[in-house]
């Protein structure tokens, strides 16, 4: 049914899907445990930002293991961490317990969003390669999409409903770990660790057509596989990678996703609905995001950034308009916030993957995705943490907090349009020769 680098580019996109359900799930969750643990604004922010604390960690740490070990079983390791962690937030009592699964948990998602689009890339052919690393994304939101879901499904089994929510995970790691193991290393690891006559056979099956061309194309890109990412070379693809991901956050999208219900709640919603509106936040994640995938190829990065820059930024606005003051947020909060979903999915939620794990060479790749995750994810624990401290602090805390990201979406906008380089249809050693370093 699928060709053979489509079946294991979706095979290692499951780490999305469970990146993207540990992301949303503890929205549900939310409310019971600040009452279950009688958690206060900041250590409640704290709770739920320890699984983002988590993923700086595991974003900075795993691009040494993927260079030495490879990889597919970093990935293997990375299934067996997500299983550890759904079994452990389900099964303890105690808040501090709670807080370590949920930060091991956060390790697994920072690893994957490195690794998952690194190997993607590397076993893409250049013609499939952005619907191919897309489908990672695709994979985060239909996690989103289904924690939601299952939160819905789950609310109203009382006060153990949380333990159904976060423990669920156990399905999904547990058939990742299963099928990981069917699909081949990186060509491009094997490669550059010197194991040459493993590679050639996965390249073939592959389809690349010149395999010889293609492998001394890799060895030219490397000069030294050990060199160091913060030289002035790759300065570019460094500050290009640091501020999408930057951007990505300063947007409020975790912000939204984590604390949904809460956000519907202070919208006027009653507490059932507040459960429901989500479902559709999702659902509107899942299909933009896949309209992104069909033509992220044919438009472009850049293309697709721009639309979406200036559609967040609309109705990022028209979000905190609605909550100007105390009493006037109304129902069409999920209009709004369902037009932010659509144009974040379309945009930054389709791109950032796909271009970072683009934009660095060979040598320095594992490097340059650890550092772009590891921005990504200290931007999402920074926006996490103070966002229930900023709506708890102040009647207006909603208001200055959607103004903040809609005033981010702006510079966004400036960034994309003056310098953002376009990377379809260019292979990974024709990108860095574009963007200048030899």
Known sequence: MFSYPVRIALIAAIGGFLFGFETAVISGADKIIEKLWSLSSFWH???????????????????????????????????????????????????????????????????????????????????????????????????????????????????????????????????FWILLRTIPESPRWLILNNREEEAIPVMRKL???????????????????????????????????????????????????????????????????????????????????LLAMTVIDKFGRKTLMLIGSVGMIVFLALTAYAFRDAHSANSNVLIYLIGFIAFFAFSQGAVIWVFISEIFPNSVRSQGGSLGSFTHWIMAAIISWTFPVIVEGSAHGGFYSFVFYSGMMLLQLLFIWKMMPETKGRSLEEIQKDLGIE
Request: aromatic share 12%; net charge positive.
């Open 207 to 289: 389809q690349e057509i010149d395999v010889p061309g293609a492998v001394r194309a890799i060895r030219e890109s490397v000069k030294s596989h050990q060199e160091s990412l913060f030289q002035k070379r790759y300065a570019k693809p460094v500050l290009y990678a640091v501020l999408l991901a930057m951007f990505n956050q300063l947007s409020g999208i975790n912000a939204i996703l984590y604390y949904a219900p809460r956000i519907f709640e202070m919208a006027g919603f009653d507490k059932s609905a507040a459960y429901l509106q989500p479902v559709y936040i999702g659902a509107a994640n899942l299909l933009f995001t």
């Open 45 to 175: 922010g704290f709770t739920v930002a320890s699984s983002l604390i988590g993923t700086v960690l595991g974003s900075l740490v795993v691009g040494t293991p993927a260079k030495i070990y490879g990889r597919k079983k970093v990935l293997l390791t990375i299934a067996v961490i997500y299983l550890l962690s759904a079994v452990g937030c389900a099964s303890i009592s105690t808040w501090l317990l709670f807080v370590f699964f949920r930060f091991t948990g956060g390790i697994a998602v920072g690893a994957s969003s490195v690794v998952g689009p690194m190997y993607i890339s590397e076993i893409a052919p250049a013609h499939l390669r952005g619907r191919l690393a897309g489908s990672f994304q695709l994979n985060i939101v239909g996690g989103i999409f289904i924690a939601y879901l299952t939160n819905f499904l789950f609310a109203g089994l009382g006060d153990e409903a949380w333990r159904w929510m976060l423990g669920v995970m156990v399905i999904p790691a547990g058939l």
